[in-house]
């Protein structure tokens, strides 16, 4: 995910105001996005994950990617299998035929699940919720899966309600190379024509609807409304207390990324 406002900017001449069209992510009150499908709810990145979210009231569901060696497009966070699973080894390595029958919540510590979870696909995970907003972030970066993902896309019909996010720009408009119809968050090169165009008092807007900052102490509203200004929607991560999904939603953001979406969802509501 892509810092967006929170880096210091060091700009020596006042920044022009631009019109900038406005974001059609702006919401009024916060969108609850369940972080890796709902971290502590489920294993992460899993269907029971999702399940469980949108049964809470996750208005948009966010998943890992990744790929496996014959090229099957999966939702998950670490590229080692051991971290979760019983299995072994980078799953860029191993076929889907050998991934699929994993259990995925070898560790988790949650309550007790019936049966084992298993690593799902993008593809039946976007059919399974073909109502849903799905926040989907690369981490892969070798070999380079855009191409793969933007099948699973456009195969699914997913394009219109789908955004991707990747902490590689490479990985970022690598994907847009080969999807430019499907939204992109805030990147790094993004902010730095930012940095540039404030350095020189220049207009500046951004080329994305959607920033993804992570939630610090000081996040205030005027830093929301800046973006908003640039036309840029805020999407924080990642919240779970119950002070801190209040103080993100009193700053104005306009989605918050958490492994609570059962608390989230609650406290926004009550501030309705």
Request: with cysteine.
């Given at each position: 995910?892509?810092?967006?406002?929170?880096?210091?900017?060091?700009?020596?001449?006042?920044?022009?105001?631009?019109?900038?069209?406005?974001?059609?992510?702006v919401s009024e009150t916060p969108l609850v996005i369940a972080h890796a499908g709902?971290?502590?709810?489920?294993?992460?990145?899993?269907?029971?994950?999702?399940?469980?979210?949108?049964?809470?009231?996750?208005?948009?569901?966010?998943?890992?990617?990744?790929?496996?060696?014959?090229?099957?497009?999966?939702?998950?966070?670490?590229?080692?299998?051991?971290?979760?699973?019983?299995?072994?080894?980078?799953?860029?390595?191993?076929?889907?035929?050998?991934?699929?029958?994993?259990?995925?919540?070898?560790?988790?510590?949650?309550?007790?699940?019936?049966?084992?979870?298993?690593?799902?696909?993008?593809?039946?995970?976007?059919?399974?919720?073909?109502?849903?907003?799905?926040?989907?972030?690369?981490?892969?970066?070798?070999?380079?899966?855009?191409?793969?993902?933007c099948e699973v896309i456009e195969r699914t019909g997913s394009a219109e309600r789908?955004?991707?996010?990747?902490?590689?720009?490479?990985?970022?408009?690598?994907?847009?190379?080969?999807?430019?119809?499907?939204?992109?968050?805030?990147?790094?090169?993004?902010?730095?024509?930012?940095?540039?165009?404030?350095?020189?008092?220049?207009?500046?807007?951004?080329?994305?609807?959607?920033?993804?900052?992570?939630?610090?102490?000081?996040?205030?509203?005027?830093?929301?409304?800046?973006?908003?200004?640039?036309?840029?929607?805020?999407?924080?991560?990642?919240?779970?207390?119950?002070?801190?999904?209040?103080?993100?939603?009193?700053?104005?953001?306009?989605?918050?990324?958490?492994?609570?979406?059962?608390?989230?969802?609650?406290?926004?509501?009550?501030?309705?």
């Open positions: 995910m892509v810092l967006l406002f929170m880096t210091a900017c060091s700009a020596s001449v006042a920044p022009i105001e631009a019109s900038c069209p406005a974001s059609q992510f709902g971290n502590t709810i489920a294993p992460s990145n899993s269907m029971l994950a999702l399940e469980r979210s949108v049964e809470m009231g996750a208005d948009i569901l966010d998943l890992d990617v990744r790929m496996t060696s014959d090229g099957v497009v999966v939702a998950r966070h670490d590229r080692e299998l051991s971290t979760t699973t019983d299995g072994s080894g980078p799953i860029d390595e191993t076929a889907w035929v050998d991934v699929e029958r994993l259990d995925a919540a070898v560790n988790w510590t949650g309550e007790p699940l019936d049966g084992t979870v298993g690593i799902p696909r993008v593809d039946h995970a976007l059919a399974a919720f073909p109502d849903m907003w799905f926040s989907l972030e690369i981490k892969q970066t070798v070999p380079p899966m855009g191409a793969a993902l789908v955004f991707i996010s990747a902490n590689d720009d490479q990985a970022a408009y690598g994907f847009n190379d080969v999807c430019p119809d499907v939204l992109l968050t805030t990147t790094y090169r993004d902010l730095d024509d930012r940095a540039a165009a404030d350095e020189a008092g220049q207009p500046w807007c951004s080329a994305s609807p959607i920033g993804q900052p992570p939630y610090r102490a000081g996040f205030d509203a005027e830093r929301v409304a800046e973006s908003h200004n640039r036309g840029t929607a805020i999407f924080v991560w990642t919240v779970n207390d119950l002070d801190d999904l209040r103080t993100v939603a009193l700053a104005g953001v306009d989605g918050v990324y958490t492994d609570r979406p059962d608390l989230a969802r609650q406290v926004f509501d009550s501030l309705d």
